[in-house]
């Protein structure tokens, strides 16, 4: 099969597809076909959602009309499909592990034949891909987790699940921006506040963006909470020029 493709997916939205795997290379394309698009500002098209492998795209019919909507993507996707390399935007977010604000670190642990110190260790070693948002305003679904630490869902979903827990699932790592039921597993928790209705922008992460997951014990998580409230603490964030 060849890509990508335009597909309808419904009378006010298209999809075009770009590959079929979970793949950085994927993600990269959607990300400069995205910010292609946008410059454009084609009258009509009112929003675009990135995932995995796809964008899809959001507009209004009696403004702009299909065929005419995917002739305009067809000669943006003839530019922009062979994404050129994108600086990486990485965002520190502190996270305080096991315990109360991880109570299923023993089990990761356990279950790929670890020490809790080392899954730790593995988690923090990595900056996370954003591949998409969904699930909950904020979810992030993040890529590029290593594999001696996956870990399957849990078998019951628990009902409720602190905003800032960070959990894993199979071989995706994610942050629960809202206290919301979910089934991952928790092996940490972060202060840093995902979704703020009060901000200008209340979501914190967007896709494209990389997380670097930084360790700290219970009194720096405290005095991070305590600081967040105050409104004098902002993650660290940093840019590095992909060779």
């Avoid at 964008?55 to 305009?72: C, K, N, Q, S």
């Avoid at 993507?73 to 977010?93: G, P």
């Avoid at 109360?100 to 730790?120: F, K, T």
């Avoid at 699940?161 to 699932?169: E, L, M, N, W």
Wanted: charged share 25%.
């Amino acid at each position: 099969m060849t890509y990508p493709q335009i597909k309808i997916t419904g009378d006010t939205s298209v999809a075009v597809v770009f590959g079929d795997e979970i793949s950085a290379d994927i993600n990269q394309k959607i990300r400069a076909f995205d910010e292609a698009l946008n410059e454009e500002q084609i009258e009509g098209v009112f929003e675009t959602v990135p995932t995995y492998c796809t964008l899809m795209i959001h507009y209004a019919p009696e403004v702009i009309r299909f065929h005419e909507l995917r002739d305009r993507l067809q000669a943006i996707l003839a530019v922009s499909h062979k994404a050129q390399k994108m600086n990486t935007i990485v965002m520190e977010i502190p996270v305080c592990y096991g315990g109360e604000y991880g109570p299923d670190l023993e089990y990761v642990a356990q279950y790929n034949h670890l020490s809790p110190r080392e899954v730790v260790q593995i988690h923090t070693s990595a900056e996370y891909l954003i591949y998409m948002l969904g699930f909950t305003p904020g979810f992030s679904y993040m890529g590029g987790m290593d594999e001696r630490i996956a870990t399957p869902r849990l078998k019951t979903p628990r009902l409720l699940i602190p905003a800032g827990s960070v959990g894993i699932a199979g071989k995706q790592t994610g942050i629960y921006p809202i206290d919301s039921p979910g089934g991952w597993q928790l092996i940490g928790r972060t202060p840093v506040k995902l979704y703020d209705a009060h901000r200008d922008n209340p979501i914190l992460l967007d896709a494209g963006l990389h997380v670097k997951f930084i360790p700290v014990d219970e009194s720096e998580y405290k005095r991070i909470e305590n600081r967040i409230e105050l409104g004098r603490y902002h993650c660290h964030t940093y840019v590095k020029e992909d060779a």
